[in-house]
C-alpha cells in the first residue's frame, strides 16, 4: 500500500472492467484518479467506490472521440489533484466483421477509439509534462511520470474478423515506443499492456448473443461466441481467461517505481497464451 502516495492518475474507459480494477488498484495504493467513461452511471459509481474505500477520486464524463475531451481530461487532473503523473489509455470496444463486410464506419470506430484517442491524450498532456519536468529538473528532483496503453494480443499476431481492432492495437505499440523515444528526456516511461482473454463484458455475454454494447448510438454485438471462447481457454497455458483485477496487475507494475527504468516495453498479460 502507498506506492503511489501523492501521484494523479487519468484512467480512459475506467467505469468498467480492466479500467475499472485499473483505478481500484492506483486508488489503492494511494493515487488520486480521473475516472473517464461515455456514461456517467458507471463512471460515478467507480468514484463513489474509491472515496468510499478512503481514496480519492473524480469523474470526467465522456467520450475519448470528442474533439474537446483530451484537454477536458488532463485540466480534470490538475484543477482537481494539482499535477498529472499516470495516464492509462485503455478505453474501447470491439466491433467485429469479416474484411468483405467491414464498412467504413467499423474501421475508423476502431481506429479512432483505440488509436487517435490515445494520441490526442497524450499531445493535450504534453504541455504539462514538459514544464513540470524542466522545473523538477532545475529543483534537482527526479520525477518519473508513467504512460500505459492498452493493446491486445490481436494488435500484437492480428485475429481474423478483427482487421480493425487488430490494426488500431497494432498502432498503439508503434505509438508506445515512439513516444518512450520522444518524451525519455522528461522522465516518462512509455509501456503497452497486450491483453489476451479477460472477463469482462466485450468477451463473455449470454450464450444467446442478446448483450448489444451501446456506444455513441451504434449497437454492438458483446461478446465473444461460447464455444470459441471455450476453445481460446483451452489454449491458455493457466487454463481460463484472467480476471480485471490480475489484468490492472500488469498496469500497475508499470506504474510503480520499480519500473523506472522500463521504458517502450510491451507486456503480454495473457496466462502465458502466445499468437
Ligand atoms: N477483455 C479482454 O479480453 C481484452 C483483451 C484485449 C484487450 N482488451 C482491451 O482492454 C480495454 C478495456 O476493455 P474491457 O474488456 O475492460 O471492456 P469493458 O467494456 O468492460 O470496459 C471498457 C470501458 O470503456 C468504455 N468506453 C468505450 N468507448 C469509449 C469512449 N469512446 N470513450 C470513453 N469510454 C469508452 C466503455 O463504456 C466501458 O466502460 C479495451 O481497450 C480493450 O480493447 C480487452
Not at 37 to 43: E, F, Q, V
Not at 61 to 73: E, L
Not at 147 to 161: E, K, L, P, R, T
Request: aromatic letters at 6%; one cysteine or more; a neutral charge.
Amino acid at each position: 500500500m502507498g506506492k503511489l502516495k501523492g501521484k494523479v492518475a487519468i484512467i480512459s474507459g475506467s467505469g468498467r472492467g480492466i479500467g475499472q480494477a485499473v483505478a481500484y488498484k492506483l486508488a489503492q495504493e494511494g493515487a488520486s484518479v480521473v475516472v473517464n467513461d461515455l456514461d456517467a452511471g458507471p463512471a460515478e459509481e467507480t468514484v463513489a467506490h474509491i472515496l468510499a474505500s478512503g481514496g480519492q477520486a473524480v469523474a470526467c464524463i465522456g467520450s475519448v472521440n470528442a474533439p474537446d475531451f483530451a484537454d477536458r481530461f488532463v485540466k480534470t487532473a490538475i484543477d482537481n489533484f494539482g499535477g498529472l503523473d499516470i495516464i492509462i489509455n485503455n478505453a474501447g470496444f470491439t466491433w467485429d466483421n469479416v474484411l468483405q463486410k467491414m464498412t467504413d464506419e467499423q474501421w475508423y470506430a476502431m481506429i479512432d477509439v483505440h488509436l487517435t484517442a490515445p494520441f490526442r491524450i497524450l499531445r493535450a498532456a504534453s504541455e504539462f509534462i514538459r514544464s513540470a519536468s524542466k522545473a523538477e529538473a532545475e529543483a534537482g528532483q527526479s520525477i518519473h511520470r508513467k504512460v500505459v496503453n492498452i493493446s491486445s494480443i490481436a494488435g500484437v499476431g492480428g485475429n481474423a474478423g478483427q482487421a480493425n481492432y487488430s490494426a488500431a492495437k497494432a498502432g498503439v505499440i508503434g505509438l508506445t515506443r515512439a513516444m518512450s523515444k520522444e518524451w525519455g528526456r522528461y522522465k516518462v516511461n512509455v509501456n503497452c499492456v497486450a491483453y489476451g482473454m479477460i472477463n469482462t463484458r466485450l468477451t463473455n455475454a449470454p450464450a444467446d448473443g442478446s448483450a448489444v454494447l451501446e456506444i455513441e448510438g451504434k449497437k454492438i454485438k458483446a461478446g465473444v461466441n461460447p464455444d470459441l471462447l471455450k476453445a481460446m481457454e483451452s489454449m491458455i497455458p493457466l487454463g481460463r481467461g484472467g480476471t480485471p483485477d490480475e489484468a490492472a496487475g500488469a498496469v500497475a507494475m508499470f506504474c510503480y517505481p520499480e519500473s523506472d527504468y522500463v521504458s517502450g516495453e510491451l507486456l503480454v498479460c495473457g496466462g502465458g497464451f502466445r499468437m
